[in-house]
């Protein structure tokens, strides 16, 4: 009997042992993702890349603007994290057994380049003439005559 009762404390050492050893081996990634003003950006993708297997975890920051990656193996990544109308930003990070990393993330302000064309003609408009005319309503020069009354030339 105590035999077995050694047997399965020793089991239960190494048991415990083993998942202690293995959770060592582990690091966490708490990321805080804010724009230029410093006001914390919701629903932000997070992607943290392994650089020496290329495999990827993927996070969206929280109301406040964070996101945790927990049970990341050490290691050396690379932090990208997007936000619609901010530009991306990639940030290294190297993760040690058992560390619990905070990285803080600023995005910038995306630039647009638009251009607005604007194509307009001018019809009835003669760049090689330099004369200057009018068209006068006839109803005017009709109602300035009748006020003049007849016309009688100057005597010689």
Do not use: W
């Not at 936000?83 to 990285?103: D, I």
């Not at 009835?124 to 330099?130: L, S, T």
């Amino acid at each position: 009997m105590y035999k077995q009762f050694s047997v399965v404390i020793i089991c239960a050492v190494l048991l415990l042992a083993s998942n202690l050893f293995a959770q060592q081996q582990l690091a966490t990634v708490k990321i805080t993702v804010s724009d230029p003003s410093g006001a914390v950006l919701p629903g932000a993708n997070i992607t943290l890349t392994s650089i020496e297997t290329g495999a990827q975890r993927t996070a969206v920051t929280e109301d406040n603007g964070t996101a945790v990656l927990a049970g990341v193996p050490a290691g050396a990544y690379n932090l990208t994290a997007t936000a619609k109308q901010f530009t991306p930003r990639l940030v290294p990070v190297m993760l040690s057994v058992g560390q619990t990393a905070s990285v803080n993330v600023t995005l910038g302000l995306s630039t647009r380049e638009e251009s607005v064309n604007v194509v307009d003609t001018a019809e009835g408009i003669d760049v090689e003439k330099a004369d200057v005319s009018q068209v006068i309503d006839t109803r005017f020069t009709d109602y300035a005559v009748s006020r003049l009354g007849p016309y009688h030339p100057p005597a010689p």
